[in-house]
Nanobody, 125 residues
Framework: QVQLVESGGGLVQAGGSLRLSCAAS????????MGWFRQAPGKEREFVAA????????YYTDSVKGRFTVSRDNAKNTVYLQMNSLKPEDTAVYYC??????????????????WGQGTQVTVSS
């Protein structure tokens, strides 16, 4: 089992920045790929970004490219999501998730085995 705890959410004005953290504990392994998803009220949970386990390959959804950066510190078992130039449409609950090695794409929700409880990000206009 892996436990994931997100932090760093909050209220920020449009154009501002936030950095989310996701701390992993339990049966941790650098072999997990890590992803960030978000869910706005009344909408489906959607993929935001992901980072693979060893190579550190990065993936982003188009709407956040150039604004968000995902990174990981394996020594600290922590994944980060740096969010810059935030827009009101970025408002959502942000979740981190961990995926064991597999072939399915990292933008699929079904790819992930463990989820955090989420952290609220609110961007005011």
């Amino acid at each position: 089992q892996v436990q994931l705890v997100e932090s760093g959410g909050g209220l920020v004005q449009a154009g501002g920045s936030l950095r989310l953290s996701c701390a992993a504990s339990g049966r941790t392994s650098t072999g997990y790929a890590m992803g960030w998803f978000r869910q706005a009220p009344g909408k489906e949970r959607e993929f935001v970004a992901a980072i693979t386990s060893i190579s550190g390959r990065l993936y982003y959804t188009d709407s956040v490219k150039g604004r968000f950066t995902v990174s990981r510190d394996n020594a600290k078992n922590t994944v980060y999501l740096q969010m810059n130039s935030l827009k009101p449409e970025d408002t959502a609950v942000y979740y981190c998730a961990a995926a064991t090695p597999a072939q399915a794409p990292l933008y699929l929700r079904s790819r992930y085995d463990y989820w955090g409880q989420g952290t609220q990000v609110t961007v005011s206009s």
